[in-house]
């Protein structure tokens, strides 16, 4: 049975447009009575108010540095130069946040809660330290958004629409350069499992998802329908909801499980 109020680390990478969102999250759980280490970009630190029961930490290197690495190679408008930087960089990023997150989290840290953009960090340091995790989504990161290529602009059934996220997510975007960094992370921090691809981090990880919207902040997609998904639930915050938090945390395993 989990404690009413646990102490949280909740890490969160990406953009401003990634960040916003959770440091909203992580601000009402601290208001409700949580302890929360929350750790952004160094970028964003200034987004996050100064609050009772919430602690901030950061990145060792900015968004900004990254988009100023990257601007040459978008620049020539060859995107396989683009995204093989894209993906060098992550590789060499890797080692420095998942021993930061790691050391926010090491004793003190009930379960991390942390977005999709982080999510290769999260499990790797999960799986270190043995801790519960959860993934939350504040926002439509959906197939419908321009991120992903098919965008919901030819209608396709639903089997090649997860055929195209299959290809994208287990052979596209997940090259053998960010494969080494995080398999030599993993064996120096007495991991086990070897380094997964996003689909299978996806699909073959029981680690529970909360899904959150505002739909005073964002509108549902008109095209969701298009997509053949199941609607399974309203669109509706979940702010300050500490019953969500631990139905969540009652189905999570230590370490996550590798179906």
Not at 32 to 58: C, F, M, N, T
Not at 66 to 73: D, I, K, S
Request: proline share 7%; charged share 20%.
């Amino acid at each position: 049975m989990m404690v009413a109020f646990m102490k949280v680390a909740y890490a969160v990478g990406g953009s401003r447009g990634d960040t916003q969102p959770h440091i909203a999250f992580a601000v009402e759980l601290a208001r409700a009575g949580y302890e929360v280490r929350l750790w952004i970009p160094r970028d964003y630190e200034s987004l996050v108010p100064k609050i009772k029961g919430l602690s901030v930490y950061h990145s060792h290197h900015t968004v900004a540095s990254g988009l100023e690495r990257m601007a040459p190679f978008i620049a020539t408008g060859k995107m396989n130069d683009a995204f093989g930087e894209m993906f060098a960089m992550q590789a060499e990023q890797f080692g420095s946040d998942a021993n930061s997150v790691r050391a926010m989290c090491e004793g003190w840290a009930d379960i991390l809660i942390y977005n999709g953009v982080l999510g290769r960090v999260a499990m790797a340091v999960t799986e270190a330290l043995m801790l519960k995790m959860i993934a939350v989504n504040v926002q439509p990161m959906l197939p419908t958004r321009e991120a992903f290529p098919m965008g919901g602009k030819m209608k396709l059934p639903k089997f090649l629409h997860l055929f195209f996220w299959w290809l994208l997510m287990s052979k596209l975007a997940f090259p053998a350069v960010l494969q080494r960094a995080i398999a030599e992370w993993k064996a120096a921090n007495g991991c086990k499992l070897p380094p997964l691809d996003p689909w299978e981090e996806t699909y073959r990880f029981n680690v529970p998802h909360i899904f959150g919207f505002s739909p005073a902040t964002f509108a549902p997609p008109a095209d969701w329908a298009a997509l053949d998904y199941e609607v399974t639930a309203d669109w509706a915050p979940f702010w300050g909801s500490r019953e969500v938090l631990q139905r969540a945390a009652a189905h999570c395993s230590v370490p996550p499980l590798h179906i």
